[in-house]
Structures are given as structure tokens and as C-alpha cells.
């Protein structure tokens, strides 16, 4: 056992890790989940940038394509490409913590939008009209250069989620 714990000591300190007393507290509610016995993790909802739901379907001119899946991919490359950033900015949606998301100082939820993967909910944005610009910028950006789902047909994820559907999404 005192071999495990300075196994694991060491790990830390090799990772950077500060020990426990030395971090501010601060508490986080969220839904968890094991990915591991002693590893868990809680879903964040970007604050602001509303990406296109995983099962989602937009449509191209050869018939749909799974441009959620699509955020999905975009937003684990990102995520791979460097350490996140979460800062807690509001109060739970559909049960989990909003946050602002950055990578190497990039923020998820923008790039989402300039890539095409998701759309601005400026209406959370009121307390922030610089990000709000900015998700705005990006979001002309892509639908003037038709990038992501913006190269065909799609249905806002908020609606998607209420159930409406392409044509092609009932077929």
C-alpha cells in the first residue's frame, strides 16, 4: 500500500500536479461518471456556442451526412491538441455546468462556431457582449464561406432537439 501511494505521489509531481492543500477549493456539481476507478469526469455545456447534437443529420446536395458527429470529432480534436481551460459561468443546462471552454487559449465554443459545427445562443451571452461579437463574427464567417453544415441544409440544434427533422433525417 505505501508503495501505491508513493507510486501515485510521484506520478503527480511528475504531471505537475499541486498537492490537495494547496488548491483553492471550490465546489462542482455535475453529473459524474467512472471512466475508471479512481478517474471521473462531468459534462460542461459551452456557454453561448450551441453545437449541432451527436445523432443530429444536415443535408448536403448527395443526401445527409452526420454533421454532429462532426462537432463531436472537431471538438476531441481540439480538446487532444492541448490542456483545457473550464471556467464556470452560469447556472446548470439539462443538468450540467455551463463554462467557457479554451485550449491553448482558444476558445472551444468560437472555433466550433467558425468552423461550422455549432450556432451563437446569444441570448446567454447578455453579461458578455465581447464573446457575443465575437460568436457572431465567427458565425458570418462560416455561413459566408459556407463552412461545416453551412455548405447545405440543417435545423437549429435547439429545434433539433425538440424534434424537428430534415426530410432526409425521416427517411
Not at 477549493?25 to 455535475?30: E, F, I, N, S, V
Not at 446567454?124 to 465581447?130: G, I
Not at 440543417?154 to 425538440?162: C, F, G, L, N, S
Amino acid at each position: 500500500m505505501k508503495t501505491a501511494i508513493l507510486l501515485a505521489l510521484v506520478a503527480l509531481a511528475a504531471c505537475g500536479a499541486a498537492e490537495p492543500g494547496h488548491l483553492p477549493a471550490q465546489d462542482l456539481t455535475g453529473r459524474g461518471r467512472a471512466l475508471d476507478g479512481d478517474t471521473i469526469s462531468i459534462d460542461f455545456r459551452f456557454s453561448g456556442a450551441d453545437a449541432f447534437e451527436r445523432k443530429q443529420l444536415c443535408q448536403i446536395s448527395s443526401g445527409c451526412y452526420p454533421c454532429g458527429k462532426l462537432a463531436q470529432d472537431a471538438t476531441a480534436r481540439m480538446l487532444r491538441s492541448g490542456e483545457a481551460t473550464i471556467r464556470l459561468v452560469g447556472s446548470s443546462s439539462y443538468g450540467r455546468p455551463v463554462a467557457v471552454v479554451s485550449v491553448n487559449g482558444s476558445d472551444l465554443g468560437e472555433q466550433l462556431i467558425a468552423q461550422g459545427w455549432a450556432v451563437p445562443a446569444t441570448k446567454y451571452l447578455e453579461s458578455d457582449p465581447d464573446r457575443a461579437g465575437r460568436y457572431m463574427s465567427a458565425y458570418e464567417d462560416a455561413r459566408t464561406n459556407k463552412r461545416g453544415a453551412h455548405a447545405g441544409a440543417w435545423i437549429d440544434p435547439e429545434k433539433w432537439r425538440r424534434g424537428e427533422r430534415l426530410t432526409c433525417e425521416r427517411a
